[in-house]
């Protein structure tokens, strides 16, 4: 939906936040929920409505790919047995060498003989392999039903899938992706409710933004929208505070390691008068059922069989 702003109302005002002033921390020990109060506030008139749009954001690259009670566990079993054991798989930002070394550490830690793992670059797919005694260690399964955390799309596996590594090389049934579990960083406020619609809660929610992940970890992601900005239609006649909160595409809480971003939120005015031609001119239309015409076959089949009736009772 587009706006024609109001030229007569007041200018176009830019809200530059930062978490380092946030007047109160919504997460513990997280800078990247929080929120923040202002001394002076924007007020709309009578006659107005303000837009909101995500102007600009500045955020560092120091949030983790693989993080506690997200993706670190790794469920299996041993030579077949029922019992559950998992390792877990020390948080960090991995790249697919740094997480096959990891991994192969830590299972040569658990098991005899060990497990040899290696990637290949033209199918980015990891290959498993038991280094075996005969005497020992016959297969190792991965069971990532068994755990609500497991590293199962870094991997290379689907969430409920079982996979038997034994003496022969086998590859991981999909591409592995270190970055599996955020590839996007989405921005929410209490600005709105009904600006945007997700996939994930299949309903409306508070997104104002989003900045996909287009650099290495340790760098700084930018939003600078170019051409196009969605711009959202709120109620309040007044805005004074902010609730910030910044989460991956499921919704869940980013910890940015103690480091702090900027965002800055633009707000337009539009006049009322222009959102209710807007909506009269957008009105769905009544639909209704379509008539047979005077001259339908239909009817002319009917004034004949009329016709012949008459015709009958004369008779």
């Known amino acids: 939906m587009s706006y024609s702003l109001d030229s007569n109302g007041a200018s176009s005002k830019v809200i530059h936040i930062n978490s380092l002033d ?13 929120r923040i109060f ?8 009578d006659n107005e409505r303000m837009l909101v749009s995500l102007h600009q954001a500045t955020i560092p690259y120091s949030f983790y790919n693989i993080r506690n009670e997200i993706n670190n566990i790794i469920p299996y079993k041993i ?4 019992t559950v054991h998992t390792i877990t798989i020390p948080i960090g930002s991995y790249t697919s060498t740094s997480l096959k070394n990891q991994l192969t550490s ?7 003989g060990g497990v040899n793992i290696t990637y290949d670059r033209t199918t980015q797919k990891f290959k498993y392999s038991c280094i075996t005694p005969t005497d020992a260690l016959r297969a190792l399964t991965f069971d990532f039903d ?16 079982t996979f038997v590594i034994t003496a022969t090389p086998t ?35 508070t997104i104002l933004g989003r900045l996909p992940i287009q650099s290495n970890f340790g760098s700084v992601l930018f939003f600078n929208p170019n051409n196009s900005t969605h711009k959202i239609l709120i109620h309040n006649k007044t805005l004074n505070h902010f609730t910030i909160r910044l989460t991956d595409e499921r919704n869940r809480e980013v910890d940015l390691n103690g480091l702090h971003f900027t965002l800055a939120i633009q707000v337009d005015f539009v006049n009322i008068r222009d959102i209710n031609t807007f909506n009269r001119y957008t009105q769905p239309i009544q639909y209704q059922t379509p008539q047979t015409p005077p001259n ?6 009917k004034k ?5 009736k008459g015709k009958n009772k004369s008779k």
């Open 22 to 34: 946030a007047s109160t921390t919504l997460s513990t020990g997280l800078t990247s929920y929080f």
């Open 146 to 161: 068994e755990s609500p955390y497991s590293a199962h799309i870094e991997l290379g596996f689907n969430p409920q899938e």
């Open 171 to 205: 590859s991981s049934t999909n591409v592995i992706d270190v970055n599996g579990s955020i590839h996007g960083l989405f921005i929410r406020t209490n600005l709105t409710t009904d600006g945007s619609i997700d996939s994930k809660s299949k309903g409306l929610n």
């Open 106 to 112: 830590l299972l040569n830690v658990v098991l005899t």
């Open 38 to 45: 202002f001394e002076e506030g924007i007020s709309c008139r």
């Open 304 to 308: 004949k069989k009329s016709k012949l």
């Open 79 to 82: 030579d077949g047995a029922e």
């Open 296 to 301: 339908s076959p239909k009817k002319v089949l």
